[in-house]
């Protein structure tokens, strides 16, 4: 220490000096130090006295001029130049000195006064960012804000250079959310450890300060906050107090955000409870009250409410406001708030059934309610809500007033009908018996005249008639009782059916009882004065009115119940007996008609026997007349077909009963003839009647006519007539159901048959033209082969033998190579022809035949023709037939070589063969991607010896298609083509399905 540069003092000034906890120092106008305290000694590492007379620029760390802190040096600067002291704040991270800085003038230097407060710095920064903190994360709306609010202002509050905040899964810590550097080394603690830490770990490593602290404890850990702090910065305390204070708050902070998550989760299914309950509610037909313990505040109601008491729901905040509602008591006093049921069931605990209380609604209108309230407990058991429900009674309570008015009535109509239960039981007497006779009777005039009986017996007085329906007129039939002659007369010549009296119970089926007769506006009533009330009861079958049933009573002008009874039950039991005869005549009926039907197929199964025998038309006609006369009465049958301006017979079985009309007939009848020429062109059977067709006026003996066409393949050929003689004791007689079930059955019958006959016919004579042709073909080829054989090969020998003589003449051997082919194609032609003509001679030799497998054996044949060719063979599914397999494997031969020869112009061939079922025939298909052909051109594929493409473009000598067709045909198929130049060609054949 150099003395000389020492500053003096006052005695004890240095002693205060030197007792600072500031540090302190001056120096003089070189920039030597003078006077240095301890605590200044201490920041540059040495003692006092080591210090004095140096520069301090050469002792203090970091302040070498230019070194030094810019703000810090021009400071020191300032004051030494301007001699004025300047106050500043100094923050140093390499002095670990955050200070307040008082520099002023010292003689011809300065002194330097450092005050530390960097504590209390921190302490307001911490202060500050503790309530920031606090503010954001209270107003954080989930858990990312409230994380990245944290991090950031550790950031700002502590000087960290980066933060993490690590999140608790089932597989371990993973990181959330990051600011700056937040990364764990890898060379620090695992971070599982920290949450078993409360006060967490604050670990130095290296340059960097590292602080992880847990969120929360144990189960309830969120994760684990994290901190870097970089430059040696050290963490106190109070620093680490303040982290731990972080970690807390947001600990608190996610405790909060979940408590709301889930409480705002369960806000939302509460919600929808209530909105779920209140629907369920507003459906119920009841109206609904529910309030609150214990002050009975009414919380909610139903839509029902305002329907029942014509005012909406309103809440009520206790039992005071219940008295708004207007109700009565029986003796006219209103309810008051707490004599409500609900109010009775909130004060007491009184569960209320069904008390009725009338209400007065908004419109001044009355009603009854029925109300019934009743506590609802808790899941502890605890009485929590009360529920009132009412329903509006007043239809119910007008309706058991009603009903025991009805009652009342009743009781006194049932003993009314005590007094006349002796009377019903007679009446139910005759009834019983009158049932007996109709269980066993038929006849309905039986049954009529009986009931008639029964009921006038059993009305005791007045006359009874059953009437029947006649045209226009309701007639009366059996009668029995006391009629007037002239009533008798006017009855049975009948009434006019518009009558209402007849009219109505006709229309409605429903028995008609008219009392007060005379004073009554029926039309009927002045002329029959003698009755005092009349009944008419409809006799219905199977819903339609047949006949009334009538009663007239004398002595009296009202039906009794007894009368009525007997009425009703006697004209019941005479329709179910009329309903029992009608279904016994229908039965009847069908029997009939069912042995007619039976009969007329007999007669159809007779005549087909005798159409397997015979197949001349006049003979079948003249078989079916005689089996229609076999089962007809007496009469005749003729058969005629017009023939330009007349109808001449073909046929007749049985005497016209007439010589004249025997000439006329055979003379032949003009066309025009009614009974002729409408069934003719109608296509309908005409049946007649002597006495209601004028044509049979000429004809006396003639009962009944019938005139039904004859149709041949859709067409009338001719007209078969049937007509009845007259019998001796009886007239004209109508064609039954039966009869003409006979007639129309045997006529289609002989139509059919004479349709076969023509066919037979027709197929007779194709088989003789084939015969015929297959005859000549074979006789042609014969010729051809005899005849033209020989001169083709003496061509061929003698061009053998000139070529032979001339050897050396070019020219010569030109036309000998010309000759020799030439007799070559003649020669393969011809035996082309002899071959196409034998396919139409033999049996075919037919078995079951798998296309499949030809198709791919003449694929084999071919494959050695194709060479090097590129062909797509596509071959589908192709069913078995039944045919000559020797003829079908040509068929297939000839197509599919066909389609190899016209599609190798294309760089790849495309050759498709399938099949189909349709109908009652199979369909095989070969279709390629050839040359094609004109479709005007189509019929001329199939005709032999024509072609359509030059020679020199593709071999062959037309044969082949005519003979595919020829094989087909003697299977019973088709064959057809279809194409287009350049697009290819389609071949289809037919076979039968077997």
Known sequence: ?????????QPGAQTLLDGLLDPLFVVDGQWRYTYVNPPAAALVGRPPEDLLGRVLWSCFPGMRPGALDPDLESEFRRVMQTRQGQQFELSSPALALWAEVWAFPQ?????????????SKL????????????????????????VQAVLRLSEAALGASGGTVWRQEEDGLVPWQSVGDGEWPAQAPPLAGVLAQPDGLFLPLGTLTLAAVPLGLGEQAYGVLTLRFGGGWPLGAAERGFV????????????????????????AELGQERARLSAILDQLPAAVWIAELPEGRIIT???????????????????????????????????????????????TGECVENEEIEMQRVDGTRSFVQYSSALIRDERGDPDLAVVTGVDVSELRELRHRLEQRVETRTRDLLRRNEELAAETAALQAFANFTELVGQETERGVLTRAAASVLQHALGEGSTGYYERAGDLWKQGPWAGDMTPGTLAAAQEGFPAELPLFAQPATTQQPLFVEDWRSSDHALAPHTPEYGAIGIYPVTVQGHTVGQLAAGLREKTRWNERDRAVFRAVGRALSLAAERVELAQMLSVQKDELAARTSALEAFAELGRDLGLHSDPQRLVRRAQEILLARLPAGYALYSEPEEDSWHVRAQVGELGSAAWQAEVEAGLPADTPHLAVPWQSGEPLYQTAGEEPGLDTLPHIAARAALPVRVGGAPRGVLVVALFRQEAGGARPWTRTERVILETVTQSLGLALERAEGQRALAAQQRQLEQANHDLEAFASTVSHDLRAPVRHMGSFAGMLRRVVPEDARALRYVDVIEQSAARMNTLIESLLTFARLGTGELQKTDVSLNALVEAVRAELASETGERQIDWRVGPLPVVRGDVTLLRQVVQN????????????????????GETAGHEHRIHVRDNGVGFEPAQHERLFEIFKRLHRPEDFEGEGVGLASVQRIVARHGGRVWAEGRPSEGATFTFTLPVA
């Open 123 to 146: 302490t307001e920064a911490r202060r500050g960012a503790l309530l920031e903190m606090t503010l954001t994360l209270a107003s954080a709306g989930c858990a990312q804000d409230a």
């Open 107 to 119: 003689g011809d230097g300065l002194a330097v006064h450092f005050r530390n407060v960097r504590e």
């Open 301 to 347: 109601g139903n839509r029902a409410i305002e329907r029942i008491l014509g005012v909406p729901f309103v809440a009520s905040q206790g039992i005071g406001e219940y008295s708004e509602y207007l109700g009565f008591h029986p003796d006219g006093r209103r309810y008051q708030g707490h004599e409500w049921p609900l109010a009775r069931t909130v004060l």
């Open 895 to 914: 197509l599919l070589g066909n389609a190899v020869k016209y599609s190798r112009t294309r760089d790849t061939a495309v050759l498709e063969v399938w």
């Open 1 to 9: 220490m150099n003395p000389d540069l020492s500053l003096s003092f």
């Open 244 to 267: 731990r204070l972080l970690a807390a708050q947001l600990a608190q902070t996610l405790d909060r955000l979940q408590a709301a998550e889930t409480s705002a989760r369960a806000l």
